[in-house]
């Protein structure tokens, strides 16, 4: 908090509310609106709360204006390049990078929950066999609060640290399990042998008849995708995570929220939308020039999937990283593919286009990932799987952070109320 405060007047009825103005370490301030409605008998009208700030938080910041990314003050193309999934899950969740004796027990607590209740497997095997695999994710999520009651007391640190790292955990576990089910593979069991990402790659792909060889390139791309998408700050399904849990929900109840959340295409559906817009330009013959061409003509309602950002305005950083990667990973695989050599002309095409360049519409993110989960082979409908493994040590470590803040309450917001006026009933 500064000493300054905003004295906002009702011209009215002359009421005036001082309101105090908060800074944070870095970005713009805010005015805390505590006292308004008392003071002026106003609440505050926020659609999709793009003006509001609904907590603070330590874990990550984000200046969309200059491509700024940080996770515990530590710049992400740092993380991404000299860091692993696991030392940021840790990172993020408990505020500081590990020394060694932390890190090793950290990995080994992570490992040792890595299996699941053999009921688990009994109930994913329930789902239908043509069900979504988010589907069987946010039901399978929810339900590990059936399995796992005994650290279920959101009052005690202790059984938050647990939920904490069996979430972290048995999500690659789960994840796999969806994309099995669905495919009519038997599920494999873990390997605590392998590190969390070559774990995950195997419990997807392996066969239990033959062994797996695992792909150190396509290994180093998962976990740089598992870094940039391990935290966004206060989006859609963290959001979501914070107000499920203000209630006092469980840890897995709160996540499933999240998930359910990340599910809808206009979060974590874009990589998606950008494989659909290469496939579709791929068969309907058209060229790089008429893509692009429809893409500016404002008659035209097509974009072009995975360009632009509504936060970042300069570039997104974690794109920088994504894109040297995904080079590399399609040098190294299929990258002759007709699909990924039209991606690269469309990459190339745009970054050299007076349009693109003028509004500063760059290849997001979601562009370059949704190339690398198709070059490793992840079917598109496992690519909001994989974000929201990737994601649920962001939002757990947003649900942690919430249950320890001292001015933590039930989230619930207010209306304006535009329904009709008090009526008598007929009769
Ligand atoms: N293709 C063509 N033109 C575009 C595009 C695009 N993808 N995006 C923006 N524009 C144009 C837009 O028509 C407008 O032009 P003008 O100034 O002449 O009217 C200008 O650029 C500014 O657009 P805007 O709609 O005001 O930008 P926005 O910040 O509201 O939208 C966006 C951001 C991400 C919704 C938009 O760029 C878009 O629809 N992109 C495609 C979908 C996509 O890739 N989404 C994933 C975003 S990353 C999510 C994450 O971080 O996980």
Not at 79 to 94: D, I, N, Q, R
Not at 107 to 112: A, E, Y
Not at 381 to 397: D, E, K, L
């Given at each position: 908090m500064t000493n300054k405060t905003?004295?906002?007047t009702d011209n009215q009825t002359g009421k005036t509310a001082e309101l105090d103005l908060l800074e944070g370490t870095h970005g713009p301030g805010c005015i805390s609106l505590k006292n308004i409605y008392k003071d002026t008998g106003y609440f505050t009208y926020d659609p999709g709360y793009s003006m509001t700030g609904s907590c603070k938080s330590g874990i990550t910041?984000?200046?969309g204006e200059e491509g700024i990314l940080l996770h515990r003050g530590y710049p992400i193309d740092?993380?991404?390049?000299?860091?692993?999934?696991?030392?940021?899950?840790?990172?993020?969740?408990?505020?500081?990078?590990?020394d060694k004796t932390q890190f090793d027990h950290?990995?080994?607590?992570?490992?040792?929950?890595?299996?699941?209740?053999?009921?688990?497997r009994d109930f994913i095997s329930g789902f239908r066999y043509d069900a979504h695999p988010m589907a069987m994710l946010v039901?399978?999520?929810?339900?590990?609060?059936?399995?796992?009651?005994?650290?279920?007391?959101i009052n005690d640190p202790k059984h938050r640290e647990i939920s904490a790292h069996r979430l972290i955990a048995k999500l690659p576990t789960i994840a796999s399990y969806c994309y099995r089910h669905h495919r009519g593979l038997p599920f494999m069991y873990p390997d605590n042998n392998l590190s969390y990402v070559?774990?995950?790659?195997?419990?997807?792909?392996?066969?239990?008849?033959?062994?797996?060889?695992?792909?150190?390139?396509a290994a180093k791309a998962l976990e740089v995708m598992l870094i940039l998408h391990a935290d966004h700050e206060q989006n859609a399904s963290t959001s979501t995570v914070r107000l499920a849990g203000s209630s006092g929900a469980n840890p897995f109840a709160s996540i499933a929220a999240g998930v359910a959340s990340l599910w809808g295409p206009a979060h974590g559906g874009a990589n998606e939308a950008v494989i659909n817009m290469l496939e579709a330009i791929e068969q309907s013959g058209e060229t790089i020039e008429t893509t692009i061409a429809r893409a500016k003509d404002k008659n035209d309602p097509f974009r072009?999937?995975?360009?632009?950002?509504?936060?970042?305005?300069?570039?997104?950083?974690?794109?920088?990283?994504?894109?040297k990667l995904c080079h590399e990973l399609l040098d190294e695989l299929d990258g002759d593919q007709p699909l990924f050599k039209l991606a690269r002309e469309l990459e190339e095409a745009t970054l050299a286009d007076e349009y693109f360049q003028e509004r500063r519409l760059y290849p997001n993110v979601d562009f370059y990932s949704g190339i690398i989960l198709r070059a490793l082979d992840i079917p598109m409908?496992?690519?909001?799987?994989?974000?929201?493994?990737?994601?649920?040590?962001?939002?757990?470590?947003?649900?942690?952070e919430m249950h320890s803040d001292p001015e933590y309450r039930i989230g619930r917001p207010r209306q304006i109320y535009t329904g009709h006026a008090k009526r008598d009933y007929p009769g």
């Open positions: 905003l004295t906002l910041f984000i200046n740092q993380l991404a390049e000299k860091s692993s999934y696991l030392e940021v899950c840790y990172l993020l969740l408990y505020g500081e990078l590990p950290f990995s080994d607590t992570i490992k040792m929950h890595t299996m699941v209740h053999e009921n688990i039901g399978t999520v929810g339900a590990l609060s059936s399995f796992y009651h005994d650290s279920l007391d070559e774990n995950f790659l195997q419990l997807m792909f392996a066969v239990p008849a033959q062994s797996y060889q695992q792909n150190p390139v072009l999937m995975g360009f632009g950002h509504r936060v970042y305005k300069n570039f997104d950083p974690r794109a920088k990283i994504i894109a409908n496992m690519f909001t799987v994989m974000f929201a493994m990737a994601r649920t040590v962001g939002w757990i470590s947003h649900w942690s």
